[in-house]
């Protein structure tokens, strides 16, 4: 029997008592408003409701901001051991995410945010509010909108098992433990994703680069072309979302995102049917470059390159172009762009199609390697994140126990 077991037989053989927060508290409330602008590089610590969702996880020691206090309207404090609510949020998943504060100054809470004081091992509720039963209540009733919202009442109501102080102390050391491993795997796999990826991009634009040939010009033959001498250059149209709803199918619509390969949705026709490259002309994305093969359509913040003869390997282009598409953007104006008639006078080295297709061959190779690596590193660590949280959540579930 481990220690977990044999704590549970001794403090809890015949279960542990469900309790709502707002039993378990000993104090709870809002904060008060702390603006982005307010925020300083030294002062009082603090911390505004955003943060818990993009910078804090389980629990914290030390808050990344700062502010003047004599600032804020009422601050409001927190400290070592609480829990803090974010009551507002951008999806009914995961309103209300919660941290624990295990560090020992005193801080300010910013507005959205919940204060709970209470007499457990802050460590212990901050995973038993991260469980997915707990999670559920959080979200129990709220509806989708652009901005979601908790409330001091629906927090107080969410139910927890609180077993004895020595079975939470217990799991606590448990899950520390479980959480160290697995985000050490998970940055060893992303620092391997990263070197890969690395490794990837230096042997492309080895091969790539004009001194590949160099002092073999004359038998390679390798001659410098614009893109517009090698390709007919075109732009899409403009298609909505609403078009997309309204005209639906299984031909891809290719947008300036880069996410989902750039799909922005299927319909019911297409414009184009072969092999083509496509690139995104504005916006953050410009200059990112695309290998297309088959029926599709693109939206008018794409450009389109087909071959104008049999002379040239399209994914050549694409890798020649994925190297250095993306220092001809123009990112003057606010609104970064690379027009057609700027990726029209790029030039590149052109060497004979069968050099072209060797290239071609080696990089789609080592492509397909990566693209290997990319689903499977990440699916890696889905897989472990999953792992650690059903552990998580088996360990946080107990039998009840019934009061008599």
């Known amino acids: 029997m481990n220690k977990l077991n044999e704590l549970i037989q001794q403090f809890c053989p015949d279960g542990v008592e469900y309790k709502t927060l707002g039993e378990i508290a ?15 590089v030294s002062g009082i610590p603090c911390v505004r409701y955003g943060e818990i969702y993009t910078t804090y996880g389980i629990w914290f020691d030390k808050c990344v901001s700062h502010t003047d206090v004599s600032l804020i309207s009422g601050p409001k ?6 829990i803090l609510f974010a009551i507002t949020g951008e999806s009914v998943e995961d309103i209300a995410k919660s941290c624990a504060y295990v560090g ?11 204060v709970l004081k209470h007499a457990q091992n802050p460590k212990y509720l901050a995973y038993a509010l991260s469980t997915l039963d707990a999670r559920k209540q959080k979200s129990s009733g709220k509806v989708k909108s652009k901005v979601v919202h908790a409330s001091v009442p629906s927090i107080k109501a969410i139910r927890v098992p609180l077993p004895p102080i020595e079975v939470q102390r217990e799991i606590v050391r448990i899950l520390d433990n479980f959480t160290e491993l697995t ?3 998970t940055a060893e796999l992303t620092a391997e994703l990263t070197a890969r990826k690395k490794q990837y991009e230096y042997y492309r634009d080895k091969l790539l680069v004009l001194d590949v040939f160099r002092g073999r010009a004359s038998k390679c033959n390798v001659r410098t072309f614009r893109i517009d001498e090698l390709c007919n250059i075109s732009r899409g149209k403009v298609i909505s ?3 997309i709803k309204e005209h639906p199918g299984h031909y891809p619509v290719y947008s300036s995102q880069t996410e989902n390969d750039g799909v922005l949705g299927c319909i019911s026709e297409y414009a184009y049917d072969g092999e083509f490259i496509t690139w995104t002309t504005d ?5 990112t470059v695309f290998f297309r093969n088959g029926k599709f359509s693109i939206t008018n913040v794409c450009g389109l390159l087909s071959p104008k003869n049999g002379d040239l390997n399209l994914r050549y ?3 020649v172009l994925s190297k250095d598409a993306r220092q001809y953007v123009n990112k003057g104006m606010g609104n970064a762009k690379l027009m057609s008639n700027v990726m029209g006078g790029i030039k590149i080295a052109v060497p004979p199609l069968s050099i072209q297709n060797r290239i071609a061959n080696v990089l789609d190779n080592f492509d397909a390697i990566c693209s290997d690596l990319n689903m499977g590193l990440p699916a890696e660590i889905e897989a472990r994140q999953k792992q650690y ?3 998580r959540d088996k360990l946080l579930t107990f039998k009840e126990r019934i009061s008599i």
Do not use: M, P, W
């Open 104 to 114: 020992h100054e005193k801080c300010l809470a910013g507005g959205d945010i919940v």
């Open 283 to 287: 916006g953050a994305n410009a200059g």
């Open 389 to 391: 949280e059903y552990y």
């Open 241 to 243: 979302k609403d078009y």
């Open 317 to 319: 282009l694409y890798y």
């Open 77 to 82: 404090y927190f400290e070592h051991g609480d």
């Open 183 to 185: 985000a050490e795997l």
């Open 26 to 40: 000993t104090d709870i409330y809002r904060g008060s408003g702390i603006k982005r602008e307010q925020v300083t």
